[in-house]
């Protein structure tokens, strides 16, 4: 596929991606890169993101660590990036956790935990990441929320949860932001084989590898749509659910359950 930019002329893009140490996030970096973009990673684990900027990608993919419940640090990577490379074009919120929960194991501190890292992580990138866009009036920021946000599903409250503020969140955001020049769109996946859907027990319809997710968002990068989501039958199947009433939804998640 033949991309092309405002930049295609003069300076590739750059991109910045929360959570690039593995997953969606890694096999992203290394699609970008193949494009000649420049890259810059971030997430916690140190290791992560070196392992990421070795194993793929034509130009050299960066590494910066940071905790993206710590504000501080965000305005840290932000501020060294765009004084490095510039301003940040593409910006990939895609830190996330996650872990399962039924209700016989009710946790408050996985609630509080989830939606730190995956909420509120992402409220700290955009308090950080708006000032400069707002002053170049251009910039565009994708944020990684899930197929699951559509509807509440049995044993993933506290997952589900945090991505759906997410997707309302980018829909509140949108009509102010597309005023001043700045894109906010959604990313929903579904269900890809990483470190943290391994700790699903039941098997995961339509699951992708992450490189085929990199791919799928490759593909509609550059579309003018809100939302890319992927895989293109699993999101039709819970999109439908989305739109079906209460009483057949929750006989449905009853039968689910047995």
Not at 44 to 70: C, H, S, W, Y
Not at 133 to 160: E, F, H, N, V
Not at 226 to 244: C, N, Y
């Amino acid at each position: 596929m033949v991309f092309t930019s405002k930049h295609e002329e003069s300076s590739p893009p750059i991109v910045w991606i929360t959570g690039g140490g593995s997953g969606i996030g890694r096999s992203l970096a290394h699609t970008l890169s193949n494009m000649g973009w420049i890259v810059v990673i971030s997430g916690r684990n140190r290791e992560k993101l070196i392992k990421t900027a070795a194993t793929g990608g034509k130009q050299p993919i960066q590494q910066m660590t940071l905790d993206v419940t710590d504000p501080q640090s965000v305005s840290r990577v932000i501020g060294e990036i765009e004084r490095q490379y510039g301003g940040i074009d593409y910006a990939f919120l895609n830190a996330g956790d996650y872990s399962p929960m039924r209700l016989k194991e009710f946790n408050l501190e996985l609630f509080h935990r989830l939606n730190d890292v995956n909420y509120l992580g992402v409220v700290n990138c955009l308090a950080a990441l708006l000032p400069g866009m707002r002053q170049r009036a251009q910039g565009q920021i994708l944020i990684t929320a899930s197929l699951s946000a559509y509807r509440g599903l049995p044993g993933a409250a506290p997952y589900s949860a945090t991505k759906a503020a997410l997707i309302n969140l980018a829909e509140s955001l949108q009509p102010e932001l597309s005023q001043l020049g700045i894109r906010i769109r959604l990313i929903n996946p579904g269900f890809v084989a990483t470190e943290l859907t391994e700790k699903n027990d039941f098997k995961m319809p339509f699951l992708i590898t992450p490189a085929m997710a990199a791919e799928a968002i490759q593909n509609q990068l550059l579309s003018k749509r809100f939302e890319i989501r992927f895989p293109t039958t699993f999101s039709w199947i819970m999109k439908a659910l989305s739109w079906i009433p209460y009483r057949i939804y929750f006989a449905l998640m009853r039968r689910l359950l047995k």
